[in-house]
């Protein structure tokens, strides 16, 4: 591969999902990590010696120009995803952001009009919907082994302590299960059955204001439905099951990370479907990245713009009912 066809990246924000990315980026041929910014150099230069990154930057206005860079992964918090894609993107650097895209549906439609009026790509960072697993799940949906879907159930819940001082129980930074896990079972309902029209919900918040646990239903046109849960307070399964007219595929935990699903048939026949990955998962966002860049695409027809839109805009929704709104808003 010649030293023109490799994706140069930069990472904005040295925070601990910017490490997954880096460590990521390390099991492909057609990539690099060369640069880091953070607001201090200290930080830019730590992360930068963990992996290998030339060059090291005090401040975000320096990484976005930097002639060197290609794409540049925004790792910040949610508050901040908006300012500092579209701060990528008026540098001209193709942008990776990390979700929740946004923190709300208004933010995403400016940073969307952003990437299109400067003709940059851009893409969500949802990087569950690029691994082999779910990939040969669209495969035997699309084959129509399990007939029509009627139903999905997802969950995504961890149990932590609280903490007002963490970004999970900040509404400052857009705290809260939905935004940082609930995105999960949210986007894949969006992958697998499209935009709801109707939505039930509900959710405890806690004392600093946020979701810390939350039951949704989903409805569809077709008069399918997606049964979700999410919590930072509350430890779930993790699993995602589709059941369709003639039979149902369970994709075994971690669903957000899978490499094991079980299809059993309406005769009730099953068979363990193993799919693992390379790297740690992460990888293949990325690759996605440089694939389009490559082909000279604005955004990723397996990610598009319209839909990280139609979910910002689901998520929306949801929190509307719950009466939960960030005090950026």
């Known amino acids: 591969m010649t030293q023109e066809q490799i994706i140069r990246w930069g ?7 910017a490490h997954k990315f880096a460590t990521g980026l390390q099991s492909l041929d057609d990539a690099k ?33 930097d002639p060197d860079v290609d794409a540049i992964y925004v790792a910040t918090p949610h508050s901040f995803h908006q ?24 933010q995403a439609e400016s940073m969307v009009a952003t990437a299109r009026s400067t003709g940059v790509f851009l893409m969500e960072a949802m990087w569950t919907r690029f691994l082999p697993l779910l990939l040969r799940v669209g495969e035997l949906v ?11 159930w997802s969950d995504f819940g961890f149990r932590t302590n609280v903490n007002p001082q963490s970004r999970l129980f900040d509404m400052n930074l857009g705290g809260g299960g939905l935004l940082d896990v609930g995105i999960y079972p949210v986007s894949l309902a969006s992958l697998l059955l499209g935009q709801p029209n109707r939505i039930a919900t509900m959710a405890d918040l806690g004392e600093t204001g946020v979701d810390e646990q939350a039951g949704i239903i989903l ?23 589709i059941l369709g007219t003639l039979g149902q595929i369970r994709i075994h ?35 996605e990245v440089g694939r389009c860049l490559r082909a000279g695409l604005k955004e990723s027809p397996h990610m598009p713009l319209d839909e990280t839109l139609a979910v910002m805009g689901t998520l929306d929704a949801i929190r509307a009912q719950w009466g939960l709104r960030y005090p950026m808003e």
Request: aromatic share 6%; with cysteine.
């Open 219 to 241: 409805g569809y046109p077709g008069t399918q439905m997606a049964l979700l849960a999410t919590a930072v307070r509350t430890s779930t399964p993790m699993e995602t099951t």
């Open 83 to 106: 300012e500092h894609t579209e701060l990528c993107l008026r540098a001209g650097k193709a942008v990776l952001c990390e979700k929740p895209f946004a923190i709300n549906r208004t």
């Open 11 to 17: 990472i904005l924000g040295p925070g601990s999902i």
């Open 253 to 287: 935990s971690p669903s957000w990370c899978p490499t094991k699903m079980t299809l059993t048939n309406v005769k009730g026949t099953s068979e363990l479907i193993d799919v693992p990955f390379l790297g740690n998962g992460y990888n293949y966002e990325a690759a």
């Open 142 to 152: 699309a084959a129509g082994e399990i007939g029509d879907i009627r139903m999905l």
């Open 33 to 65: 990590l060369v640069a880091v910014g953070s607001r201090a150099l200290e930080s830019a230069n730590a992360f930068a010696d963990r992996y290998g990154a030339t060059n090291r930057h005090a401040g975000y206005e320096a990484l976005v120009n």
